[in-house]
Nanobody
Framework: QVQLVESGGGLVQAGESLRLSCAASGNIFSINAMGWYRQAPGKQRELVAVFTGGGSTNYADSVKGRFTISRDNAKNTVYLQMNSLKPEDTAVYYC???????????????WGQGTQVTVSS
């Protein structure tokens, strides 16, 4: 079994910061890509920031310059530092990982349970 456990969400005022964490645990051989998506009420889930399979980062235009993704490979953990938060950043933030459980396992897609981020104006 593989689990992605997120933490760090909460309620903040506009202009403040939050740091999200996501730890992957369980039977993991290798992680190909890992990062963050979000879904606001009535909207589709969208990419926020990810480490791609090639190791580079990809950010949504709306968060560039404000959010920073980082990782600790030894802990299978990714972080999302969110600065200068805006009310439009309000959403449930989901961790995503594309990983292999064994050498012969196909690449599988996993999601965390989500953590709520609410930014008041």
């Amino acid at each position: 079994q593989v689990q992605l456990v997120e933490s760090g969400g909460g309620l903040v005022q506009a202009g403040e910061s939050l740091r999200l964490s996501c730890a992957a645990s369980g039977n993991i051989f290798s992680i190909n890509a890992m990062g963050w998506y979000r879904q606001a009420p009535g909207k589709q889930r969208e990419l926020v920031a990810v480490f791609t399979g090639g190791g580079s980062t990809n950010y949504a235009d709306s968060v560039k310059g404000r959010f920073t993704i980082s990782r600790d490979n030894a802990k299978n953990t990714v972080y999302l530092q969110m600065n200068s938060l805006k009310p439009e950043d309000t959403a449930v933030y989901y961790c995503n990982a594309k990983l292999k459980r064994t050498t012969s396992d196909p690449l599988r897609n996993y999601w965390g349970q989500g953590t709520q981020v609410t930014v008041s104006s």
